[in-house]
């Protein structure tokens, strides 16, 4: 069993990607080709927004949303305690401060009561100014816009939604990646929709925003290539993963989300009586399930259990061992509430399990089996 099976999509897709791939390989259009063009068009679409950048990876496009708004030194930067290193690293390599806040028990997302205690904190105890909020669609799972937008609103926050894991997720029928003032995605292999190497894109309704992007993300590009107004980066998708992405967004589209929603539901109800906590979705929410992810009673030794999952044939991962304020990383310049109790017990317990759209009954049962059901 593989832990994200690729293998088995890309048997399924074979024929339309190795003809989109062979077409780009004879227009010779390697970089900016017309494919690149038809992706943020059709990725717009899709998610409902007036602009798609896209860029070499879902890290670049969160530097570049917060370079557009000019995040720098002595802004405060809020983001979970519980996520995937970029979404702290990139407020931090531009010199914000990341403010560390705790997340929900059961969904894994920003807290938006916990939000409001931080920004009301940096308000009053510091010389930060609270500039922004990274809202992170953990595990496919949308963050409650809904309730974080409000303390947005209330605290003139801008939101910037790191939907690395999230695309394909909703909130009552809206797509995530358009819940940011900016949203942003990522396209590494094995994320709800991934390609065959780095990418990412960057979405919002702003013209202004979107056009400092497309500047920020080739050199600071001005009216063309050689005419650089402002210091950026070199961050592309290149016109390979951009057909090859516009082959698996059909894919994606028609049948994927569908059948590994259908896989989350069969864990769910095979799992139920496993005595293991189990990933909630909330009213009107919708998962593109990133992860399925477990917690386990405390003092259960999940290594033990892992090799034993393993030996089975089963594999596993910890998505996060270690909470963000305790990476060495950060240690010159962060702050964190109250120690972020909740993200704690969630590194100490959590743990994902196989899942994909090409995964089937027999695997959830395989996994099951062993998880004591
Ligand atoms: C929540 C989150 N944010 C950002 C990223 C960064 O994406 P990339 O690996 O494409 O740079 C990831 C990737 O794992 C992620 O999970």
Same mark, same amino acid.
């Given at each position: 069993m593989q832990f994200r099976d690729l293998g088995a999509q890309y048997a399924v897709l074979k024929e339309g990607i190795d003809g989109a791939v062979a077409r780009v390989l004879a227009h010779g259009?390697?970089?900016?080709?017309p494919e690149v063009a038809e992706l943020e068009k059709r990725l717009a679409e899709y998610v409902g927004v007036e602009h798609c950048v896209t860029c070499g990876n879902g890290t670049d496009a969160l530097q570049l949303a917060l370079m557009a708004w000019g995040a720098g030194p002595g802004d405060a930067v809020f983001v979970p =305690?519980?996520?995937?290193?970029a979404s702290g690293e990139a407020p931090t390599l531009l010199g914000a401060t990341p403010v560390f806040v705790d997340v929900g028990e059961r969904t894994f997302n920003l807290d938006p009561e916990r939000l409001e205690e931080a920004v009301l904190y940096v308000e009053d105890?510091? =010389?930060?100014?609270p500039k922004a909020v990274v809202a992170v669609d953990l595990f496919g799972l949308p963050a409650d816009y809904p309730a974080i937008r409000k303390v947005c609103e209330k605290h003139g926050l801008l939101l910037l939604e790191d939907g690395a894991q999230g695309f394909g997720g909703s909130i009552s029928g809206k797509m995530a990646?358009?819940?940011?003032?900016i949203s942003t995605t990522s396209?590494?292999? $094995? &994320?709800?929709?991934?390609?065959y190497g780095d990418g990412g894109a960057v979405f919002t309704d702003s013209d202004e925003w979107a056009a400092l992007v497309r500047s920020y993300a080739v050199h600071? &590009?001005?009216?063309? &290539? %050689? =005419?650089?107004?402002r210091v950026g980066i070199n961050s592309r998708l290149d016109t390979v993963q951009a057909a090859v992405l516009l082959e698996k967004l059909d894919a994606f589209d028609a049948y994927e989300l569908d059948a590994v929603n259908k896989m989350a539901a069969l864990y769910s109800n095979e799992l139920a009586d496993s005595g293991l906590t189990l990933p909630v979705v909330q009213e009107g929410f919708y998962s593109s399930w990133a992860q399925y992810t477990v917690q386990l009673s405390e003092g259960v030794d999940r290594t033990e259990l892992q090799t034993r999952l393993k030996e089975k044939g089963v594999p596993t991962m910890v998505y %996060?061992?270690?909470?963000m304020h305790k990476q =060495? $990383?950060?240690?010159d310049a962060y702050y964190c509430l109250d120690g972020c109790p909740t993200t704690g017990r969630l590194c100490e317990t959590v743990l994902s399990l196989p899942i994909g759209p090409y995964c089937d009954s027999g695997d959830v049962e395989a996994v099951s089996c062993v998880l004591g059901c």
């Open positions: 259009r390697y970089i900016n080709g =305690d519980f996520t995937f290193f105890s510091t =010389d930060l100014v990646c358009s819940f940011g003032d396209f590494f292999p $094995a &994320k709800p929709l991934g390609c600071g &590009k001005g009216s063309m &290539k %050689y =005419d650089n107004v %996060y061992p270690k909470p =060495d $990383a950060f240690q």
